[in-house]
């Protein structure tokens, strides 16, 4: 249930974004392996929250991100396991991360 704020959130900023006579046919979610979201659920919530709007009936897409971070100690670059999260060149484990741990949209499309 934790994504349907997200998702309502991200609904209303399409919304505002598209003229008011646009429907909206096309969402594109970009989903981080770290994110703790489900395409699923978010496809599931978004049925509910776009009922009734220009929104309804919009095909979506999603495309999964991998996790990224930084090494906070020598500033290696690279893609740690979500499950042991240390840095592959010096072991330190202060990361910072650089992608992969959010849900986002990329984009939409509408009709005029």
Known sequence: MHEFPEVQAMLR?????????????????????ASGHDPHHIAAHFLEAARGTRAEGAVLEFRGERLAARCAACG??????????????????????????????AGFEMDT
């Open 13 to 33: 900023r399409v919304l505002s974004e598209a003229p008011q006579s646009a429907r909206i046919t096309h969402l594109t979610f970009v989903v981080g392996e």
């Open 76 to 105: 290696a670059e690279f893609h740690p396991e979500a499950k042991a999260l240390a840095c592959a060149q010096c072991g330190a484990v202060e990361l910072i991360i650089t992608a992969g741990n959010t849900v986002s949209l």
